[in-house]
């Protein structure tokens, strides 16, 4: 998404980051959560750290590892950009749901993600009973 200067993938990557204790997370744990390959999270954090968005660091208890870390520029690019994304992600997909039906929806997609990721680092347990409101 040009306007914002990151693209929804990007922002999906920020947004966890940000999210997550000490705004960072194992790189394998980042793809996992963002649903890319762990190839394409590489990718992508190196883009992002060319703008000194996120940083890339060996893990600290084990070495094999890294860990992206997200900047103070990067936290300030995503609540920049989080306003025109939420907007897009409201237009292509939100508002084609009948308001009465996203209570359940959002239910759903609650216990989906429980089960996917059952009390996993850099998650926060999802709400089980009302959507979130995005303006």
Known sequence: MARTGVTMTEFAVLLLLSEAPDRRMRMSA????????????????EGLSRHDLVRKERHTLDARGSEAVLTDAGLRAMHAAQPAHLASARRRVLDH?????????AETLAKLAEVRHPHSEGHRPAPAAHPPVIP
């Open 30 to 45: 980042l793809a996992e959560a963002s649903g890319v390959t762990p190839p394409r999270i590489t990718r992508i954090i």
């Open 97 to 105: 749901i009948p308001a009465d039906l996203l209570p359940g929806i």
